[in-house]
């Protein structure tokens, strides 16, 4: 397996969960109100496994060993990708900030909610496409096999931290919340 098929992978996950964010906003849009815990759950699972466990992979272990090997050619294409997971972490924060508001009844908060949650999984929808479809191909053709190894082997670290749970437990996060819709 190349690290690029682990994280191609692991974009199928963020893509499910992206389908019941979407879905919590079509239900927002026509004045159904999903309950206050997916969206606890929405931004659990952005933070913990979008965030913290597949985008640490990117940037910290495949964009650093990107930079260091091409030395600066692709700085460009990096760091465009680095802002738009910024950019998220942002939209996420925005969401978090929103949900007492919304449980509580709060229209100006819920308008706010669903245009963050609309605006998330959008950029994430275009990031995800952009990375499956020219960035991690350019990836293989530019990394050495001895790179791909050294990279796949760190991400098996990465994912042994928690006991090699984090994709397991996502999973069931992403089907807990599909179940509050």
Do not use: C
Request: hydrophobic share 40%; proline share 2%; glycine share 4%.
């Amino acid at each position: 397996m190349k690290p690029t098929e682990m994280l191609t992978k692991e974009h199928g996950l963020i893509r499910q969960a992206l389908d019941n964010m979407h879905l919590a906003v079509e239900k927002l849009e026509t004045g159904e109100k999903p309950p206050r815990q997916f969206f606890d759950k929405a931004v659990e699972f952005s933070r913990a496994f979008s965030d913290k466990f597949h985008h640490f992979k990117e940037e910290y272990l495949m964009f650093a060993r990107l930079a260091q090997k091409k030395k600066g050619a692709l700085d460009a294409q990096i760091d465009a990708l680095r802002y738009q997971h910024e950019r998220g972490r942002g939209i996420v924060n925005e969401i978090a900030n929103s949900i007492d508001a919304y449980a509580k009844g709060e229209d100006a908060k819920t308008l706010i909610l669903m245009e963050n949650l609309a605006a998330y999984v959008a950029l994430l929808r275009h990031h995800i496409h952009r990375e499956d479809h020219i960035f991690y191909p350019m990836v293989d053709k530019e990394l050495s096999k001895d790179d791909q190894k050294y990279l796949l082997d760190e991400f098996k670290k990465k994912e042994s931290e928690d006991g090699g749970k984090a994709f397991a437990n996502s999973q069931k996060l992403v089907q807990e919340m599909g179940s509050l819709l």
